[in-house]
């Protein structure tokens, strides 16, 4: 069973710094892996999809890497800014099942 | 504008009163889906969709139902809601080509507490 895990829980950086969000799976026959982004009381936002064809996808100061042999994932953000403070969250669409699994999410804080 | 719509945003129940949850995209998306946001176990998917017609269950089916008579809608039907029904819940859609499917669009969520 596709188990999806995400490392640190939470996260508080000053304004500037680059930085990594990662994302685990256990099972490596995915067909895509989604970030997304959830602000307080909101619904998640789609950031980047990566296809399992496809080792990284940049959109931005945002880029996202997948190495499907190992099951995982990254997230780079980079020069971060306040208004990067959300939760982040990656999916995985696990072949066979048609499912989305989610990780809990990595709290983000960047701090002024 | 592309968007998925759900209604109502927020809601408070009694146990036992049914009640639905409809959701609504106008991208003419073929995959659409249903989650419940917990906290400390994240997003679950609840039911899924492929086609008009097409549903299966996600992780979480038990006391839920769903339909797909129309491609744009997919609502979300508790028969006998109970406490620990009590959730934050999502609508997504996304294209589909074979089973692959594309970017996931989220509805805002609706809140619902059961009393």
């Known amino acids: 069973k596709q188990e999806v895990t995400q490392i640190p829980a939470a996260l508080s950086v000053p304004e500037g710094e680059n930085l990594v969000l990662n994302c685990s799976f256990t099972?490596?026959?995915?067909?895509?892996l989604q970030w997304f982004r959830q602000d307080p009381g909101k619904g998640l936002t789609s950031l980047l999809l990566i296809q399992s064809s496809q080792r990284e996808q940049t959109s931005g100061r945002l880029n996202a890497s997948l190495d499907k042999s190992s099951g995982r994932s990254t997230l780079y953000i980079a020069a971060s800014q306040p208004g990067d403070s959300a939760t982040y969250l990656c999916?995985?669409?696990?072949?066979?099942?048609?499912?989305?699994?989610f990780g809990t999410g990595t709290r983000l804080k960047v701090l002024a | 504008e592309a968007q998925v719509t759900q209604n109502p945003r927020y809601l408070i129940t009694v146990t036992g009163k049914k009640l639905t949850v409809t959701c609504s995209q106008n991208?003419?998306?073929?995959?659409m889906s249903w989650y419940r946001q917990d906290p400390g176990l994240g997003l679950r998917q609840i039911y899924y969709?492929?086609?008009?017609?097409?549903?299966d269950k996600g992780d979480v089916p038990e006391g839920y139902k769903v339909s797909r008579k129309e491609k744009r809608n997919f609502p979300l039907i508790l028969e006998s809601p109970s406490p620990n029904q009590t959730s934050l819940y999502f609508c997504?859609?996304?294209?589909?080509?074979?089973?692959?499917?594309?970017?996931?669009?989220f509805g805002e969520g609706s809140r619902l507490t059961v009393l």
């Open positions: 997504a859609s996304s294209t589909r080509t074979g089973l692959i499917t594309g970017e996931l669009f």
């Open positions: 999916a995985v669409y696990t072949s066979g099942t048609y499912k989305y699994i």
């Open positions: 969709s492929m086609n008009v017609e097409v549903t």
């Open positions: 099972d490596s026959a995915i067909y895509n």
């Open positions: 991208m003419n998306h073929e995959y």
